[in-house]
């Protein structure tokens, strides 16, 4: 636990997680027995992984997998390499996991797992060597019917092939659907990379119906230009809103009359950052958050809007591409000025329901074509945030409690109707 409990700044993932989760559950009425199963994770794996490295050295290095809930079907989530993960930070993952797999009714539990590492220090093979170790010392715990990981920051789709070979070496046969975000040769599905982003982007559109905002000529405002934001800010672009302002890890553009998307992609793909830009101006990076504009598109990381700048947000909408951006104490100052959020389980729960997608396909081995899978997800992703608005309706209280109220009622049901087995 943080020492720091009086500053949100300095809250854990975990902690903010948990905080979510009683909030939400208070308001449920949940058995006191429940509610320790609802909360706790059902099964958490540390594992050492002693990896032989170019110069010949052996260096350790600890992974983790947690599978925080399993009641509606096999626990899904990401892997994600970084220095910075820790069983706390995996564990607060896995648990998001379980509420935004119910919030978009996919039948999958929640799991997250990662290897603290430094990846951009690793090379090619010892990044190979340490996936497949990583995977057969999870080789239990994982399978299309158990465990079912994915990408997320740090890892792609030749880390999903490796731990797909690896895994289809120790069943000896070829097992596809072990894992998602796979590359589409092997298995994996069109339109899942694009998935977070695009699911960010319907959620935007139905906000907007409620908010009555017309998306054409919006001001958008993006954090965070990689696989979440960049997508997102493209699709908003294309849909006729005007990107004025986005941000990456190095510096933030800005340009009132509105960005070219397309062209900025280009110019990141030569540059490795949106700085520099052709026709934008400069500015200071964390500047974003302040300015004004229609629709806050925080896609980079978490804890990014705290008690100490929520209020100068000054966006009507906040949709969170990333997850665990906003939190719990900021959460209550934007409500109270009226700022619409978007909740991270349910803005970019696109992504999980494309792996669901892709499972699917592997399991039926039958791929459908891009738009089914587009079309597919735009019912998913609509449906999903009219049952959390009328909850929120319902109960008067925001749309995270809402996602969370709705996800949680969810896995209770099934928890109920399954049992316990004593
Ligand atoms: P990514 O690594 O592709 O992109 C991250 C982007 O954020 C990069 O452009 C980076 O430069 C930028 N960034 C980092 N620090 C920043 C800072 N301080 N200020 C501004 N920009 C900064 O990662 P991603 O896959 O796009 O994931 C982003 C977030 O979305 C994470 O919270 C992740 O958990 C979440 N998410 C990802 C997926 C997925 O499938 N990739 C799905 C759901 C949620």
């Not at 903010?16 to 308001?27: C, H, I, L, P, T």
């Not at 010949?56 to 009641?71: C, D, L, M, S, Y």
């Not at 097992?175 to 319907?202: F, M």
Request: proline letters at 4%; glycine letters at 10%; one cysteine or more.
């Amino acid at each position: 636990m943080s020492p720091h409990k009086s500053s949100d700044i300095r809250l854990s993932a975990l902690e903010n997680a948990m905080m979510q989760f009683d909030e939400a559950a208070g308001m449920l009425n949940i058995d006191k027995t429940m509610l320790e199963i609802l909360k706790q994770p059902r099964r958490a794996v540390i594992v050492k992984l002693p990896i032989q490295m170019d110069d010949g050295r052996f260096e350790v290095f600890t992974g983790f997998r947690v599978q925080h809930n399993i009641a509606r079907g096999p626990a899904k989530g990401g892997i994600r390499y970084h220095p910075d993960v820790s069983l706390d930070e995996v564990s607060a993952l896995a648990a998001w996991m379980t509420w935004k797999c119910a919030v978009v009714g996919i039948p999958f539990g929640g799991a997250k797992g990662g290897i603290a590492c430094d990846p951009g220090k690793l090379s090619r093979g010892e990044l190979e060597r340490l996936t497949r170790r990583y995977t057969a010392d999870l080789i239990e715990v994982i399978g299309p019917e158990i465990d079912v990981p994915a990408p997320d920051v740090n890892t792609d789709a030749q880390i999903m092939a490796w731990i797909m070979d690896t895994y289809s070496m120790h069943a000896r046969h070829t097992e596809t659907s072990v894992v998602t975000g796979k590359p589409i040769d092997l298995g994996g599905s069109l339109g899942r990379r694009e998935a977070p982003g695009r699911g960010v982007l319907l959620t935007i559109r139905e906000a907007c119906k409620y908010k009555n905002i017309d998306l054409n000529g919006a001001r958008c405002i993006v954090q965070g230009f990689g696989n979440v934001g960049g997508v997102a800010a493209e699709l908003l672009w294309q849909d006729g809103a005007k990107i004025i302002a986005i941000s990456d890890v190095f510096g933030a553009i800005h340009d009132p009359g509105g960005i070219d998307i397309t062209a900025l992609k280009k110019h990141v793909s030569e540059t490795g950052k949106v700085a520099g830009f052709e026709g934008t101006a400069e500015i200071v990076r964390d500047d974003i958050l302040k300015m004004k504009c229609d629709i806050l598109v925080p896609a980079a990381l978490e804890n990014v809007i705290t008690s100490k700048n929520a209020r100068n947000i000054k966006a009507k909408i906040v949709a969170e591409g990333a997850n665990g951006p906003t939190t719990t104490n900021a959460d209550k100052i934007l409500e109270s000025r009226g700022i619409f959020v978007i909740p991270d389980i349910l803005c970019n729960s696109g992504g999980v329901t494309v792996s669901y997608f892709e499972w699917v396909q592997d399991r039926i081995g039958y791929f459908w074509p891009e738009d089914e899978v587009n079309r597919r997800l735009e019912l998913i992703m609509a449906k999903a945030f009219n049952d959390v608005l009328e909850v929120a309706i319902e109960n008067k209280c925001n749309m995270r409690i809402a996602a969370f109220m709705l996800a949680i009622k969810r896995v209770l049901d099934v928890t109920l109707m399954r049992g316990v087995y004593a």
